[in-house]
């Protein structure tokens, strides 16, 4: 039982690159988030998934775009890389209607 | 505006002692109090959670208080270890939707042995 992992660990891109950032967890989570977490900053949601199929804006959606691929899995995709999206980010699964929520290691990223 | 706020934003602290971190909100309406340690490199890991009818919370070393009448939380840690060494983060939840949860800044301990 893994808990819920991301891929890739470390990630540099030039600006105007684009990449997708993956999460998968085994924990039959109905909800599924992704956060990006700034020095200073708590974290902030870009994106979540309160079921299988659906998919809803968060806070800080611009410049980025997401698919929950089935039930264990929700990638979020940066189209152009701006150096505003230099960031780690945390994608965290929960059962829908109780806000526990279990994060993976995250993904530190950085745009030069 | 809904919000929460950490202090200190950094503590040091001997191995052996105690400290409280502390952590004040505006939330509204209010569900839950969740306290996460943040280890360095990982995710956040949840400690405790509080309702509103719960003004106190312990889980081993941690003891977790809320004052639901003046918007105040405090995490007391007790007999400090360098296992500790981490961001603690509050997270004040307006309702039953993870997707409104508000989180803290965190605060960074570091214990010195």
């Known amino acids: 039982n893994a808990g819920v992992t991301q891929t890739p660990k470390f990630q540099v891109l030039k600006t105007g690159q684009s990449m997708t950032l993956q999460c998968a967890q085994d924990?039959?989570?109905?909800?599924m988030y992704w956060y990006r977490q700034d020095p200073g900053m708590g974290l902030r949601l870009i994106y979540y998934?309160?079921?299988?199929?659906?998919?809803d804006k968060g806070e800080v959606p611009n410049g980025y775009n997401v698919s929950r691929l089935n039930k264990r899995e929700f990638s979020l995709r940066l189209e152009s890389a701006a150096p505003s999206q230099t960031s780690v980010y945390f994608c965290?699964?929960?059962?829908?209607?109780?806000?526990?929520?279990?994060f993976g290691p995250g993904t530190r990223l950085t745009v030069t | 505006k809904n919000q929460v706020e950490q202090s200190p934003q950094s503590l040091i602290i001997l191995e052996g002692k105690n400290c409280t971190l502390q952590?004040?909100?505006?939330?509204?309406?209010?569900?839950?109090l969740r306290w996460y340690k943040q280890d360095t490199g990982r995710g956040p890991v949840s400690l405790t959670i509080?309702?509103?009818?719960?003004n106190t919370k312990s889980n081993g070393r941690y003891t977790a208080t809320l004052d639901a009448d003046t918007k105040q939380s405090s995490l007391h840690i007790t007999a400090s270890q360098l296992s500790d060494s981490a961001s603690y983060i509050c997270?004040?939840?307006?309702?039953?939707?993870?997707?409104?949860?508000?989180f803290g800044s965190g605060t960074r301990l570091s214990i010195r042995p």
């Open positions: 924990m039959n989570h109905n909800s």
């Open positions: 965290a699964g929960g059962l829908t209607g109780v806000n526990e929520q279990y």
């Open positions: 952590c004040n909100y505006t939330v509204s309406p209010f569900s839950n």
């Open positions: 509080m309702t509103f009818s719960e």
């Open positions: 998934s309160a079921s299988e199929g659906t998919t």
């Open positions: 997270v004040v939840s307006p309702g039953s939707s993870a997707s409104k949860i508000i």
